[in-house]
């Protein structure tokens, strides 16, 4: 038995105190609930649903979203969040959500640039499926591999990784508290991606709830269907529960540096040469650049680029490296910092100096903020005369952010369609811009009007036909789906930008899938309209 009769009255009981103006609430929940209660297989407290009406509901609802815009009171929220204790309980969400022709959104860190797993633009009312629960991670340094469930963050893995082994690591996220689930579904690059590739690269099995509530893995899925969530983006073709993952060798001791520059201190010229050398030097050494807008003193503003590194080896090494192939940074041994691979991700994080490991496993965010953000790749270096209008463009405003990620190594030698993230062989570094703000009061339309403008300004300068972007970095200007609206040339809009020609096959395989579109959201993999499915069929 899952629920005993008691239980049901107590449910029922405690759902029917809520006010008259939550009874669409109620009657969603209400059957909801009766509804796991037949598909589940261990019972389900009340504590796992939190409504609107509950006074908890704010703090569950904010706990792991990163970005402020969607949590304002304009912003339409869940009739509840559902916090499943184990996969029969996922599988018995997505039935009673199909049956009851409730829309979901799932949640597994909370990170998606637009919101897209805990608010919702076009659909409404919908419910969250939040997978904090689910977040067991096992390591298995016999074989190289680890399972790990889609509700831990990658900075919980990379400590589980570290614990068993000093020489143990695995490519993916820089940002610590990155749902795992979520971030491999759209690729997943971090500061060893020039040595081993993506995340997503290093996927070895994976564990799916598909759109009639099974669990399947790689070999009950298909080759077609394991290919698409690994880089294919989130939520558009079933729920993951969990990876296998491929760990990947790292050396006992690593070095970590940062070297700054500002535009006084030839930052300009030294960015143009960053982007002829950062995606050729050593495979070994991941150098990203962050920029932003700094004081100069007397009121003045300046731009500083400081140089953000990973080099997978000793301090000697590195120096021999930079010397040969990237001189004019100047990098001394005074600057940098030998350390373990697991501190290494501290650091890259920008963790305080000497904070321990453990705190990875609190799983939080160290920045919480409105922001909205875009993303480029580059294929040209960029002229030093466009480095200087952008330099113009950014101390138009208040609190602007680049961030310049080189490829190259492991990143060129892998096809653009192994995976479904297709921004390989060619790409010198990507770009993500951001603007960012702390007060709900401040004019938001200002901002996004500068990032628009920004992105305008680069357009010459990369990718072209189509303009690349990255899906983790998502971006609802580039076009959004409508209610009950299946468009491939309206999506094709995003698709192509995200996915390349890989967004085509990426249709296909939802069209078998999820033919209906029961897994849907703003930018969701569209399926083909049934009338046209014979001439995009495979043999």
Not at 41 to 63: E, H
Not at 93 to 105: F, M, N, Q, T, Y
């Amino acid at each position: 038995m899952i629920f005993s009769s008691n239980y049901i009255l107590l449910i029922l009981s405690s759902v029917l105190l809520l006010s008259v103006s939550g009874t669409s609430s109620v009657s969603i929940l209400d059957n909801f609930m009766q509804c796991l209660s037949l598909y589940s297989q261990r019972s389900i407290p009340f504590s796992a649903f939190c409504t609107q009406k509950n006074s908890s509901f704010s703090s569950v609802l904010q706990s792991s979203a990163q970005n402020l815009r969607y949590l304002k009171p304009s912003v339409s929220k869940p009739e509840f969040i559902f916090t499943p204790l184990d996969e029969s309980q996922v599988q018995a969400a997505v039935i009673c959500s199909k049956e009851l022709g409730i829309h979901l959104r799932v949640r597994s860190g909370g990170h998606d640039y637009e919101g897209l797993s805990y608010a919702s633009e076009i659909e409404t009312p919908f419910i969250i499926v939040d997978l904090a629960k689910l977040r067991s991670i096992t390591v298995s340094i016999d074989d190289n591999s680890a399972w790990v469930q889609a509700g831990a963050t990658n900075g919980e893995l990379y400590y589980r990784i570290a614990e068993k082994s000093k020489i143990h690591g695995f490519p993916a996220g820089l940002c610590s508290s990155l749902g795992i689930g979520g971030h491999i579904t759209g690729g997943a690059y971090g500061s060893m991606m020039r040595k081993y590739g993506l995340g997503a690269d290093n996927v070895i099995d994976a564990r799916i709830v598909d759109v009639t509530g099974r669990v399947l893995d790689r070999a009950s899925m298909g080759e077609d269907l394991f290919w698409a969530i690994r880089g294919g983006g989130g939520a558009s073709f079933g729920i993951i529960l969990s990876w296998k993952i491929r760990l990947v060798p790292v050396p006992s001791t690593v070095t970590v540096f940062t070297v700054s520059r500002t535009l006084e201190q030839n930052g300009t010229k030294l960015l143009h040469k960053w982007q002829q050398v950062a995606d050729k030097i050593d495979e070994n050494l991941f150098i990203r650049v962050i920029i932003q807008v700094t004081s100069a003193g007397k009121q003045q503003k300046t731009v500083t680029t400081s140089y953000n590194a990973l080099f997978l080896g000793s301090v000697e090494r590195l120096l021999q490296v930079t010397r040969d192939s990237f001189p004019e940074l100047g990098l001394t041994r005074k600057d940098c910092i030998e350390t373990s691979w697991i501190k290494s991700v501290l650091y890259i994080a920008g963790y305080p100096t000497n904070t321990p490991p453990e705190i990875l496993l609190q799983g939080k965010s160290l920045f919480k903020n409105y922001f909205k953000a875009k993303s480029d790749f580059v294929k040209e270096p960029i002229p030093e005369t466009v480095l200087e209008g952008l330099w113009k463009k950014l101390m138009e405003e208040d609190s602007p952010l680049m961030i310049w990620n080189p490829y190259g190594g492991m990143m060129s030698k892998i096809s653009e369609n192994e995976i479904p993230f297709p921004h390989r062989k060619g790409t010198l570094f990507m770009i993500q811009y951001l603007t960012t703000w702390q007060d709900v009061k401040e004019d938001e339309t200002k901002h996004m009007e500068w990032i628009r403008r920004l992105y305008n300004y680069m357009g010459p300068y990369v990718s072209m036909f189509p303009r690349g972007a990255y899906v983790n970095y998502r971006d609802l200007d580039l076009g959004m789906n409508k209610k009950n609206e299946t468009s491939f040339i309206k999506a094709s809009g995003w698709g192509f930008r995200y996915f390349k020609d890989n967004f085509e096959r990426l249709v296909k395989v939802k069209t078998r899938v999820d033919p209906d579109n029961f897994f849907r959201h703003e930018q969701s993999i569209p399926p083909f309209p049934l009338e046209s499915e014979p001439e995009y069929c495979e043999a």
